[in-house]
């Protein structure tokens, strides 16, 4: 997907145990976004990175961190997972100069029990 | 608040047959927008985009309508093929990022 790579790919978790999702772009873009998808709600921004060294909430940043590690990677942390954070996790970056085209990448599935 | 809504949560047509997606949105200082095409297990991929200063963009095979009188775009797909089955979004591009609607799940039958 246009050089958007997010891992792992799925993952399941226990309440309150944590981990990180990891996202890579290599368009050498400023800007990356963590958005999530839930069924009927479409895409919700939780965190965004307009450039290296800088983040912002977006609608639904409760429950989340953020860090923009350098200009290729951002990072989504939970801390202490809950089952309401059971969601598909999109990770995306700005196409062409000028558009608001997101590329985003496949899609992380996150389980919380 | 502001909002980017879908009429229809599901559209079933039959292959050949030409599709129409609708949209409202809330915002009427919108001025951007684009739709996305989502398959079963992928993320969301451009399919075109239109500003306000136009009121109809054609692409390959779709063309969207903009009527920012009623705030309302539409997305049609024309000879739908099975391929064309996925949930199609519409999002308002806003200064930071884009905020999308909920959706439209395209079922195309044979």
């Known amino acids: 997907n246009a050089g958007v790579t997010q891992t792992p790919k799925f993952q399941v978790l226990k309440t309150g145990q944590s981990m990180t999702l990891q996202c890579a772009q290599d368009m050498n873009h400023n800007s990356m976004y963590w958005y999530r998808q839930d069924p009927g709600m479409g895409l919700r921004l939780i965190y965004y990175s307009a450039s290296e060294g800088t983040t912002d909430k977006g609608e639904v940043p409760n429950g989340y961190n953020v860090s923009r590690l350098n200009k290729r990677e951002f990072s989504l942390r939970l801390e202490s997972a809950a089952p309401s954070q059971t969601s598909v996790y999109f990770c995306?970056?700005?196409?062409?100069?000028?558009?608001?085209?997101?590329?985003f990448g496949e899609g992380s599935r996150l389980t919380v029990l | 608040g502001e909002s980017v809504g879908l009429h229809l949560p599901t559209l079933s047509v039959q292959e050949g047959d030409n599709s129409i997606i609708n949209c409202a949105y809330s915002?009427?200082?919108?001025?951007?927008f684009i739709w996305y095409k989502q398959e079963s297990g992928k993320g969301p991929q451009f399919i075109i985009d239109i500003r306000s200063n136009m009121d109809k963009r054609q692409g390959q095979r779709v063309t969207v309508l903009l009527n920012k009188t009623v705030k309302h775009l539409s997305l049609q797909i024309a000879a739908t093929q099975p391929g064309d089955s996925a949930v199609y979004f519409c999002?308002?591009?806003?200064?930071?990022?884009?905020?999308f609607g909920k959706g439209t799940m395209l079922l195309v039958s044979p």
């Open positions: 999002a308002d591009v806003g200064r930071n990022t884009l905020t």
């Open positions: 915002n009427s200082a919108s001025d951007y």
């Open positions: 995306a970056s700005p196409g062409k100069l000028e558009s608001g085209e997101l590329f």
